[in-house]
């Protein structure tokens, strides 16, 4: 009953404000340390060469945008494991719809498969009222299945030049592509979520459903929105896979939803909703993709990666979740 | 009042002092409790009634000060030596578990267990039901809690209690949520465990209650002990005297004559709710209170929500000045103009982790500029207007929910559906569970509202609030208006009763015909 409010306070040195928020901005500062970590250990060994870095962008990219959405559908109180899936599943459908109709039916091609499939996961969650978290499993299997089943498990080339330039393979200047694609996505879902009517919509459904619906607030509509801008932003990054290796194929993206949710959950975004940052979303991303580019440049073996890449991820989230529990009363 | 257990010390906490940061929660305060007592805990919210309760749980730990228990000292509790030194705490809050069943409950984390290790289910029924024997209330112990009514559940955790061997029994707010035949059986309870010789500390908004059944009051205020002394040495005014610290203002003042209009704003006629049936009709003028009575489960709430299209309507008309109107949705009510301030502030009223200003501005996101994206300095201007206009106590407009206390939680609540600038304002139980210098100030800006023109409708279990604030009181019993009383006629008469006394009549039997 006595505790002190949280939000900044007036005359407060920056030092002072650090110490009081360090955990919930302990993504950033993990960044900035696991990069100067390696930019020390590694600097004989062109981790901070220009090609590595942007190597490393380009790898985290399609990860990162796909956190972009995820952070929209945590915000809200849901889940979309399905995202991987959806991605290769849109790169056959892209690949096949170039194939036959040129560059844009194949564009049409991968956001039609979005937008199909969250509307699909979207109308058994908010009108069967199945959990998203069981609706997008059982996505996830038959979106892999169909892509399989339509590409009869082969790789289908992208014959097309302008769809890699557009989507993932060249550069804008000096920047890579995909780098443009993650900038893009990043400011609109961060102005979407933080400065848009649709945004504290989402927030509030997540944060507590039942105020949201006493307040006037269509839930099922919000809901049924989120998981269709997931859906059709993860066919994006199945679009930008495509771009990227000229290729439609049923394995692209094949387990990213781990990453995915890792990604936003590292970046401070709540597994159980109401609150969510999609810059955090992206550094999270990237903090992956520094440690992947790095254990790999230390010359770990794949095996040793992947248990220092989770030990990382764990000590990173228990950090920022152990101050979180606020006393009560 | 009898003295007559006179009973052992069973409870000693002595000049406790805790400080969180720089706040003193609490300084120097003592606690003392007999067996055989039933103690009111008293004091507003954020006197340290939670904090004091929290180191006899053994959930916080004292800065200074010396707790015993039954003559054994101690510098300080854990949770688990409270329980085992017979602490049992009853959640204003239940903490049971919905999806098991009342005798897994019980014995949670505690099970009896089989010559096999296994938990013995049949003996864990058994003794359950032994303990509902002795408290001689009925419960099955095979129901699931989430089928129990509030007043059960309650119990439930009073047997769980009981079950650990509680010597101490705490109780906080428990009658917020139960009927008065619930209450009564309650009271029973208490009354029979202190003659077996249980300390029994009691916290409670409720005055009533506490002149009704407690024998000594400790009255906290700031964090400081006022008084202890048995209650017959109370009047009610001093009592609330000690408690508040200041001239307290008599509900009576709020009998300000009516700001209520001829003109007719809303007009329910017959109606009915689609699964519990019902008939309600009745008219609110501009500028009206209407409040409305009744016991718990009459249909109140439901009236509410089927005003506010959360709830279907069966059959009967609703017209908003003359016009026949569906209320589909909460959205088509507030753009109709009503707006609803919900019984549960915590679960329908706030996002709690969410800031004051995002918590206002969810019903209002359409006034927030017409484009796709927020007005973020009108969002400020209206929140900060509502801050002081309720006089909301926060450090600032950032300040999330539950860092507040009942009161400022409940004038958020309020706050928010004011800023949609509503013809019709609903209110459900606005002032359960909040301290009575915020209620006051609910009270009063009731009043201010309708005087400004608005019609409100206020449900309310406490009947001196209701003829305070109310011009009028209709009384609910089984989905049914069955009676509309103008507070004139409570007021004045010949008979010996005072006014809550002729309305809790009237409320108790459903009507005046009955």
Known sequence: MTETTAGTQRGESPLAYLKRTWRQNIIYIGFVVVFAFFAITLHDRGFLDPNNILNIARQTAIIAIMAVAMTLVLSSGEIDLSVGAVAGLASVNTALAIAWGGLPAGIAAGLLTGIAVGLVNGFLSTRLLIPTFLTTLAMMGVAKGAAMWISGTAAIPILDRTYPAIFGGGNLGPLPSLLVWMLAVGIIGHIVLLRTKFGRQVLAVGGNVMAARYSGIDTGRIKMAVIVISATTAALAGMLYAGRLQTGRFQLGEGDELSVIAAAVLGGTSLFGGKGTVVGSIIGALMIGVINNGLILMGLEYSQQLIARGAIIILAVALSQAGSKSGQG | ?514
Not at chain 2, 152 to 159: K, N, S, V, Y
Not at chain 2, 256 to 271: G, I, K, N, P, Y
Not at chain 2, 499 to 514: C, D, F, P, T
Request: no cysteine; net charge neutral.
């Open chain 2, 1 to 514: 009042m009898t003295g007559a257990a006179a009973g052992w010390t069973a409870v000693d906490l002595t000049d406790i002092s805790k400080r969180f940061g720089g706040v003193h929660a609490l300084r120097e305060v003592s606690l003392r409790v007999r067996a055989g007592e039933i103690h009111a805990l008293l004091g507003e919210n954020g006197a340290g009634k939670s904090t004091i309760l929290k180191i006899l749980r053994g959930v916080q730990v004292p800065d200074s000060g010396s707790i015993a228990i039954k003559g054994e000292s101690f510098p300080a509790l854990s949770p688990q030596l409270a329980r085992e030194k017979g602490i049992g705490m009853i959640f204003q809050e239940l903490s049971l578990v919905p999806t098991l069943t009342v005798a897994q409950n019980i014995f949670l984390a505690n099970e009896p267990l089989t010559a096999r290790g296994l938990i013995d289910d049949r003996l864990m029924e058994r003794r359950a039901r032994e303990i509902f024997a002795l408290m001689r209330v009925e419960i099955d112990p095979t129901a699931v809690v989430a089928d129990l009514l509030t007043g059960q559940q309650q119990l439930t955790e009073i047997a769980k209690a009981l079950s650990q061997n509680a010597e101490v029994l705490v109780l906080d707010e428990p009658t917020s949520a139960l009927s008065p035949a619930e209450v009564d059986v309650l009271f029973g309870l208490l009354r029979r465990l202190k003659a077996e010789g249980k300390a029994i500390i009691y916290v409670s908004h409720r005055m009533d209650e506490i002149f009704m059944i407690a024998d000594h009051a400790t009255v906290l205020r700031d964090g400081r002990l006022i008084a202890s002394r048995p209650i017959a040495e109370y009047t009610l005014a001093g009592l609330i005297a000690d408690i508040m610290g200041k001239e307290t203002r008599n509900l009576s003042d709020f009998v300000s004559e009516s700001s209520a209009t001829d003109e007719v704003v809303l007009q329910v006629e017959h109606l009915s709710s689609r699964q519990r049936g019902g008939d309600i009709s009745f008219s609110l003028r501009r500028g009206e209170v209407l409040g409305i009575a009744g016991l718990l489960g009459s249909g109140r709430s439901r009236l509410a929500r089927m005003l506010f299209g959360l709830e279907p309507v069966g059959s009967g008309m609703i017209r908003l000045k003359g016009k026949a109107v569906t209320i589909g949705s909460p959205t088509a009510a507030t753009e109709q103009g009503i707006a609803l301030v919900p019984e549960d502030r915590r679960r329908q009223g706030l996002v709690l982790d969410h800031s004051i200003q995002a918590n206002i501005e969810i019903p209002i996101l359409k006034r927030l500029g017409r484009s796709f994206f927020v007005d973020k300095k009108r969002s400020r201007t209206i929140t900060d207007k509502t801050i002081e206009r309720l006089a909301i106590k926060t450090a600032s407009r950032a300040a999330p929910a539950n860092a507040l206390s009942g009161g400022n939680q409940q004038k958020i609540v309020i706050g928010k559906w004011l800023a949609t600038e509503p013809d019709i304002l609903i209110m459900d139980e606005p002032t359960a569970g909040i301290d009575i210098g915020a209620k006051g100030e609910v009270l009063r800006l009731v009043r201010a509202l309708a005087a400004e023109g608005k019609s409100i409708v206020f449900i309310s279990s406490e009947l001196a609030e209701l003829i305070a604030v109310s011009d009028r009181i209709a009384v609910m019993a089984e989905g049914r208006l069955v009676e509309m009383i103008n507070k004139s006629d409570l007021l004045t008469g010949d008979s010996e009763l005072r006014a809550e006394q002729k309305l809790q009549i009237i409320v108790q039997q459903g009507g005046r015909a009955a």
